[in-house]
Nanobody, 121 residues
């Protein structure tokens, strides 16, 4: 099994910055991609940003130019640098990982427990 541990959420004023981290541990043969999704109250969980092990990134239009995603392959850790935060960025942010737990085994999708980000003055 793969476990994901998120950190870095909190309360920040509009225009401020936060960095989220997510470390994957457990039975991991290889990681194909990691990323972040978010869910605001009463809304569906939506993509924020993803990054492959090769460094290819994908961002939601709403965060392009403000958020940056990076991954430390040696540490199996993904980071989300969030700048120019807006109240509409308020949500629970979930880490996601697509990994192969064992060699020649199937890839599977894993989720963290979520970390709250609140943007408010």
């Amino acid at each position: 099994q793969v476990q994901l541990v998120e950190s870095g959420g909190g309360l920040v004023q509009p225009g401020g910055s936060l960095t989220l981290s997510c470390a994957a541990s457990g039975s991991i043969f290889s990681i194909a991609a990691m990323g972040w999704y978010r869910q605001a109250p009463g809304k569906e969980r939506d993509l924020v940003a993803t990054i492959t092990s090769g460094g290819t990134t994908n961002f939601a239009d709403s965060v392009k130019g403000r958020f940056t995603i990076s991954m430390d392959n040696a540490k199996n850790t993904v980071y989300l640098q969030m700048n120019s935060l807006k109240p509409e960025d308020t949500a629970v942010y979930y880490c996601n990982c697509t990994a192969r737990p064992i060699r020649f085994g199937p890839r599977d999708n894993y989720w963290g427990q979520g970390t709250q980000v609140t943007v408010s003055s």
